[in-house]
């Protein structure tokens, strides 16, 4: 049963720091690639940023870049989103999810949309990032 755990939100002022991370389990973690997407109130989900679990290629959303890092404990099995000099705009509900495809689909279309058919569980629970001005 695949299963995706997000934790680390909480409620930061301008500037400050928060580190996500996203505990996966039920799937082979090497084979797929891990993405975070937020969703601020009364908007869409926002893709930010995924890695590709089997040689660690990442995408970044333009909105985040030089600001976000992300990361991934292949041994762990634990995808981690470092989020630095954060803005009242990150504000919002973050999400995990697992799909084979997620990377190669964000190069290639140059944006991180949701995968199209994910597996019951792909998705976290998701976790609450505030940030206060």
């Known amino acids: 049963e695949v299963q995706l755990v997000e934790s680390g939100g909480g409620l930061v002022q301008t500037g400050g720091s928060l580190r996500l991370s996203c505990a996966a389990s039920g799937f082979t973690f090497d084979d797929y690639a891990i993405g975070w997407f937020r969703q601020a109130p009364g908007k869409g989900r926002e893709g930010v940023s995924c890695i590709s679990n089997s040689d660690g290629s990442t995408y970044y959303a333009d909105s985040v870049k030089g600001r976000f890092t992300i990361s991934s404990d292949n041994a762990k099995t634990t995808v981690y989103l470092q989020m630095d000099n954060l803005k009242p705009e990150d504000t919002g509900v973050y999400y995990c999810?697992?799909?084979?495809?997620?990377?190669?689909?964000?190069?290639?279309?140059?944006?991180?949309?949701?995968?199209?058919?994910?597996?019951?569980?792909?998705w976290g629970q998701g976790t609450q990032v505030v940030v206060s001005s």
């Open positions: 999810v697992a799909d084979p495809g997620l990377h190669t689909a964000a190069m290639l279309l140059g944006t991180l949309l949701p995968p199209l058919n994910p597996q019951p569980g792909s």
